[in-house]
T-cell receptor, first 114, second 110 residues
Framework: NAGVTQTPKFQVLKTGQSMTLQCAQDMNHNSMYWYRQDPGMGLRLIYY?????TTDKGEVPNGYNVSRLNKREFSLRLESAAPSQTSVYFC???????WGGGYTFGSGTRLTVV | GQQLNQSPQSMFIQEGEDVSMNCTSS?????WLWYKQDPGEGPVLLIALYKAGELTSNGRLTAQFGITRKDSFLNISASIPSDVGIYFCAGPGGGNQFYFGTGTSLTVIP
């Protein structure tokens, strides 16, 4: 099935641990994004990649790094997890306007840092 | 970042009622998007608007691009239980990104 696939779906980390959230899309989209969703805050952009080989900071990049491994894959890394990074993380890819526009989102990774 | 204000924050309605929600921004947008998020899932695009004053329907959903280009409206007619979820508006920022509103949570009471 075409779409955006995120792994893992759930994760519990201890403060200070590191982990990488994986994201892959099979729609040949150029631009990919990482958002976090917190209650009452909506979706806030962490990092994005406008095209393969480029990455840029979004609204809340501190504590995160990203890698655009190839056109399909865009990973998000937490080097030293903190409780403030407890959130739901969504990866998305940008749909060309001629195909409907907007983003296609993955189903999310629910991360708890204790 | 860009501020998108959605109202109301939450709604509790009876099945069969019509629903109306809106979104305003501090800047002029040339695109408005409306998404729905089911519990435990990622947001899904409902309607995209690209022209001031444009009104677009998707089944029982209708969205309108405000004349000032700083606002947009989403209406749902004859609500059903599966309309439950969080509805987000979004508008474009720089670098191919979109800013999202804080969402309107809809509960439909059978």
């Amino acid at each position: 099935n075409a779409g955006v696939t995120q792994t893992p779906k759930f994760q519990v980390l201890k403060t200070g641990q590191s982990m990488t959230l994986q994201c892959a899309q099979d729609m040949n989209h150029n631009s990919m994004y990482w958002y976090r969703q917190d209650p009452g805050m909506g979706l806030r952009l962490i990092y994005y990649s406008a095209s393969e080989g480029t990455t840029d900071k979004g609204e809340v990049p501190n504590g995160y790094n990203v890698s655009r491994l190839n056109k399909r894959e865009f990973s998000l890394r937490l080097e030293s997890a903190a409780p403030s990074q407890t959130s739901v993380y969504f990866c998305a890819s940008k749909v060309p306007r001629g195909w409907g526009g907007g983003y296609t989102f993955g189903s999310g990774t629910r991360l708890t840092v204790v | 970042g860009q501020q998108l204000n959605q109202s109301p924050q939450s709604m509790f309605i009876q099945e069969g009622e019509d629903v109306s929600m809106n979104c305003t921004s501090s800047s002029i947008f040339n695109t408005w998007l409306w998404y729905k998020q089911d519990p435990g899932e990622g947001p899904v695009l409902l309607i995209a608007l690209y022209k001031a004053g444009e009104l677009t329907s998707n089944g029982r959903l209708t969205a309108q691009f405000g004349i000032t280009r700083k606002d947009s409206f989403l209406n749902i007619s004859a609500s059903i239980p599966s309309d439950v979820g969080i509805y987000f508006c979004a508008g474009p920022g720089g670098g191919n990104q979109f800013y999202f509103g804080t969402g309107t949570s809809l509960t439909v009471i059978p």
